[in-house]
C-alpha cells in the first residue's frame, strides 16, 4: 500500500485480556517504531525496529508488552493481561532509513480497556 | 534527559492571519529539531526537520520554523495560514544518531477561524 497500515483501527477489550495490535509499514521501509498516545498528549516512544531486531525497547512500560518483527515488515505488538491505564491510541510509523526523523505514520490503532 | 516544552495548549487564529507556535526543547547535544502535524482522521505528517547549519528551515505547505539555540527554541511560522491548516502541531527532538527515539511535545490545537 501507499503508506502505513494498522489494523484494527479500534479495538474494545476487557480488562485482563490478551490484545494484538498490527501494523504495515511502507513497503522497503528498514526501520519501525511503534508509539502510544494518550489522551492531550504527544506520542510516547514504545519500541525501534532495524530490521528484524529490536534495537530499543527502552519505552515499553513492562513486561505485559512485547512486540515482534519476524520477518523485517510487518511487526505485530501484544499486550498481555491489559489494565484500563493501557487505553490509548497505538500508533505505527516506518521510516527508509535509521537517524533520519522522517517518520511515516500510521493513523493508529485505538484501544480501550473496559 | 530530552524534553520538549509546547507551551500553548490551544490556539486560534483567524484566516489569512500570520501564526507562530512555540517550541522549547530540552536536550544534551546539538538537538535534531522537527515539526508534525496531525489532522483528524491522518496519521502524523512530518512538516520540517532542522539538523544542522542554516537555523532558518522551510518546510511543506508554507511552513518554516527557527532554531534559536540560546533560547533553546524551534518556534513554526506561517505568514498567512488557511482554513485547512487545522490541526494540531507536534514539536520533537531526537532521531539522531545513536537517539533513534523521537520525544514529543504535548502539542498545540489549532483553530482557524473564519
Known amino acids: 500500500g501507499a503508506g502505513v497500515s494498522q489494523t484494527p483501527s479500534n479495538k474494545v477489550t476487557e480488562k485482563g485480556k490478551y490484545v494484538e495490535l498490527r501494523c504495515d509499514p511502507i513497503s522497503g521501509h528498514t526501520a519501525l517504531y511503534w508509539y502510544r498516545q494518550s489522551l492531550g498528549q504527544g506520542p510516547e516512544f514504545l519500541i525501534y525496529?532495524?530490521?528484524?531486531?529490536?534495537?530499543?525497547d527502552s519505552g515499553l512500560p513492562n513486561d505485559r508488552f512485547f512486540a515482534v518483527r519476524p520477518e523485517g515488515s510487518v511487526s505485530t505488538l501484544k499486550i498481555q493481561r491489559t489494565e484500563r491505564g493501557d487505553s490509548a491510541v497505538y500508533l505505527c510509523a516506518s521510516s527508509k532509513q535509521s537517524y533520519t526523523g522522517e517518520l511515516f505514520f500510521g493513523e493508529g490503532s485505538r484501544l480501550t480497556v473496559l | 534527559a530530552q524534553s520538549v516544552t509546547q507551551p500553548d495548549i490551544h490556539i486560534t487564529v483567524s484566516e489569512g492571519a500570520s501564526l507562530e507556535l512555540r517550541c522549547n526543547y530540552s536536550?544534551?547535544?546539538?538537538?535534531?529539531l522537527f515539526w508534525y502535524v496531525q489532522s483528524p482522521g491522518q496519521g502524523l505528517q512530518l512538516l520540517l526537520k532542522y539538523f544542522s547549519g542554516d537555523t532558518l528551515v522551510q518546510g511543506i505547505k508554507g511552513f518554516e520554523a527557527e532554531f534559536k539555540r540560546s533560547q533553546s527554541s524551534f518556534n513554526l511560522r506561517k505568514p498567512s495560514v488557511h482554513w485547512s491548516d487545522a490541526a494540531e502541531y507536534f514539536c520533537?527532538?531526537?532521531?539522531?544518531?545513536?537517539?533513534?527515539?523521537?520525544?514529543f511535545g504535548t502539542g498545540t490545537r489549532l483553530t482557524i477561524i473564519p
Open positions: 536536550y544534551g547535544a546539538t538537538p535534531y
Open positions: 525496529f532495524q530490521g528484524t531486531g529490536a534495537a530499543d
Open positions: 520533537a527532538v531526537g532521531g539522531d544518531f545513536g537517539n533513534e527515539k523521537l520525544t
